[in-house]
């Protein structure tokens, strides 16, 4: 299923991604597609926000449950937990390469979600607060904030 039309453009993906509730879909995956078919809640089990990752063994399964802004610093972990030594990560598709990396780059410059809908993604979200340190609430807040 795509996300979008053939013919997309900035506004239609800024009314997908930045509707009403929209913030707590990804998190809301873990109950839908996670924990419906292996079974493991993941919010049962504290995340240790400090670290960006946290191992859950539950029903002979092993989970390491990730923050996808710590990938980079955590490819010691994955290796660790995938048993390969000298795992390295290597970075693909990214933006910057892309041919429409100029657009792109100027809509994040130019868009300003209101104040309001900022609060509600990042501060009255109980999903941020279960994966999130305060400091980092607080940095993902102030990124987005445009007087």
Known sequence: V?????EVDFAEIERFYFKEGFENLEFEWFHE???KVI???VYRVPFCKEEGY???????IELLLMKAEKLNDLETVMGS???????????????EQKRY??????????????????KQIYYENSYMDFFYTKEEI???YNKWLRD
């Open 2 to 6: 795509n996300r979008y039309s053939a």
């Open 33 to 35: 597609e996670l924990e």
């Open 39 to 41: 079974g493991i809640n």
């Open 54 to 60: 946290s191992v859950i063994k539950e029903n002979n």
């Open 81 to 95: 937990f995938l048993g390969i030594p000298d795992f390295r990560l290597q970075n693909k598709n990214i933006s």
């Open 101 to 118: 990396r100029f657009a792109y780059q100027q809509y994040l410059d130019e868009y300003v979600l209101p104040r309001e809908r900022l």
């Open 138 to 140: 607080d940095g993902f």
